[in-house]
């Protein structure tokens, strides 16, 4: 599974995890500050940290491939080094689970929980078609305000469909074609930071900004991931599964060209009105 095991190097924190032994064996490896044209609102991306923190915790499975990732994010990342902790919770012959934490300072930024496995024969099965869509070539530029939320300007973003953020339409979906310009991830990276790039699917009903900061999110990866191109366009969704007394959860789903599934998740957000 080469695809599913190597690690490229990420732009904007440690580009060597796992050079030291000894920091693979205390679990703990101390980063840089996340580049400040990765931050979204006021603070690191989410989908970012955790794709380091996914980083740091295959490291102890390296022959394993990611299934899923919780996470929950506590507070903001801000300019100041991160340190990563992460414990092998089990060890099962085809499977490991992992609990990671990532710090500033003494603050606890964001814990996850992965799931990593092997490959076995059994049922195959897709359930979660891609939407039709006209092909990327086809759709509208999207350039959201870099001065709000800096990372777009590492991706290349084409709205498809009808709906756009903050068009007041009928329905809370978004569907868009995402590309990183620089494809500096591994595959399982690369989804995570797809997954976190979209605006809160709230924006295709309204017609002004609602502050949503995630609070949990949570991935799971198809094997499609395997055999990704990196550098191509992917097809993303996402809705407003339910929304209510100041919270609301967004399901996500990720996929190739083709309409192979790369991933699915889910976040919670909470929803901020302005006082």
């Known amino acids: ?17 796992v050079s030291n032994s000894d920091e693979r064996a205390d679990s703990e490896v101390e980063l840089p500050p996340v580049d400040r044209t990765w931050w979204s609102w006021s603070g690191a991306h989410g989908g970012l940290l955790a794709a380091l923190l996914l980083r740091h915790a295959w490291t102890h499975a390296p022959e394993l491939r990611p299934r899923s990732l919780y996470t929950s994010l506590l507070v903001p990342a801000d300019a100041r080094p991160l340190r990563s902790l992460t414990e092998v919770m089990r060890r099962g012959g085809l499977s490991a689970v992992t609990r990671s934490l990532l710090y500033q300072g003494e603050a606890l930024v964001m814990m996850g929980t992965a799931l990593l496995a092997g490959e076995q024969d059994g049922l195959v099965l897709q359930a979660c078609p ?103 366009w992917t097809l993303i969704r996402t809705q407003v599964e339910q929304a209510s007394s100041g919270w609301m959860v967004d399901s996500i789903r990720l996929w190739r060209p083709d309409g192979t599934l790369l991933a699915t998740a889910r976040q919670t957000r909470r929803i901020l009105t302005p006082r």
Not at 1 to 17: E, L, Y
Request: net charge negative.
């Open 130 to 232: 891609a939407p039709p869509v006209p092909p990327a070539e086809e759709c509208p530029p999207e350039h959201p305000p870099v001065e709000v939320v800096p990372f777009v300007q590492h991706l290349d973003i084409r709205m498809a469909g009808d709906a756009r953020p903050l068009g007041g339409g009928t329905e809370p979906v978004l569907t868009a074609w995402l590309r990183l310009k620089e494809p500096a991830f591994s595959p399982a990276e690369t989804a995570l930071v797809l997954l976190d790039s979209m605006p809160p699917a709230l924006y295709a009903a309204t017609t002004e900004p609602v502050v949503a900061p995630t609070a949990d999110f949570a991935v799971h990866f198809a094997d499609g991931l395997a055999t990704a191109d990196l550098g191509d």
């Open 1 to 17: 599974m080469p695809a599913a095991t190597t690690h490229r190097p990420m732009p904007c924190v440690n580009t060597d995890p």
